[in-house]
């Protein structure tokens, strides 16, 4: 196992690990003490299996410290968005009372960049559920259907490829509890496997394109579309309006209440600028908290 550490001094803004890994945006972590969305110590362990490697972190006071089956501070970089400033994100918002409480609260949470198609399945297993539950499924995807990698004794799983997932039958994935996300599941692996849509497609293309083109896969519709723009594809501009943004919106910012979804995220977009998404992530955990 290869060790290493990332100085909280070089992050701007600084990292809130616990907060950023368990607010509901990623599932596609877990602690090594078993209880992802229990109350633990600041320094609990993570990990997750990226690229076929097996990757550890905790916070301590001055720094993030890591073990990894490889050197992972590059991926953690990149998974954690550490080199987002997060005083020049929120610099760029209007004055707000409800943000700057949000801020005040869980200083050091970020926004997530989790890869595509793992994202892209965990968000259309978010239907009707609660964020326990969505970890859940992910969990078992990759136990079930994923490959094995031993670390010191100890079997971790990959997160399933289009392919393995597209080979499942149905009937199996029921039998994970995914009910009526099932075929969908299945279909939009299909997709991917296919080459009939896949990140590659979406990967450099502009928001309203990328929201579009997203909502193609079973089972994905606006709000799916901008979780995984927003948490896998690097568009921070996306909104996700779901019944807790919904409500926070009609709570704190009245005025930008609107009729459809649509018209919803972009005035919500249109009065937080570029970085919106940063925002919502920020009021989002605020109001489920």
Not at 91 to 113: K, M, T
Not at 119 to 131: G, K
Not at 281 to 288: K, V
Request: hydrophobic share 35%.
């Amino acid at each position: 196992m290869e060790k290493g550490t990332i100085p909280r001094s070089t992050v701007s803004g600084g990292i809130d690990l616990r907060t950023t890994l368990q607010s509901g945006q990623s599932f596609l972590w877990n602690r090594t003490d078993g209880n992802m969305y229990a109350e633990s110590s600041d320094d609990a362990w993570y990990y997750t299996v990226s690229d076929g490697e097996v990757v550890f972190v905790r916070q301590q006071s001055d720094r993030l410290e890591w073990r990894a089956t490889t050197d992972a501070a590059d991926n953690l970089r990149r998974r954690l968005r550490l080199q987002d400033d997060l005083d020049e994100i929120f610099d760029s918002f209007p004055e707000d009372v409800a943000l700057a409480r949000a801020r005040d609260r869980y200083p050091g949470l970020r926004v997530i960049r989790d890869p595509f198609f793992p994202c892209l399945v965990s968000f259309i297993c978010s239907a009707r559920t609660t964020v326990e539950q969505i970890h859940g499924f992910q969990t078992e995807l990759a136990r079930e259907f994923g490959n094995p990698i031993d670390v010191d004794g100890t079997t971790y799983h990959t997160y399933p490829q289009p392919a393995q997932l597209a080979a499942v039958p149905e009937a199996q994935l029921r039998d994970l509890g995914l009910g009526f996300r099932a075929p969908y599941i299945k279909q939009t692996a299909s997709m991917v496997t296919s080459g009939e849509l896949t990140a590659a497609m979406v990967w450099d293309e502009p928001y309203k394109t990328v929201h579009e083109r997203l909502q193609s896969f079973t089972g994905v519709g606006p709000k799916v579309a901008d979780c995984v723009a927003l948490f896998a594809l690097g568009h921070l501009e996306a909104v996700p309006v779901d019944r807790w943004t919904r409500r926070l919106i009609e709570t704190y910012f009245p005025d930008l209440a609107r009729e459809t979804y649509g018209e919803t995220a972009d005035a919500f977009r249109e009065h937080f600028g570029q970085y919106a998404g940063y925002a919502q992530t920020y009021l989002f955990h605020y109001e489920r908290s």
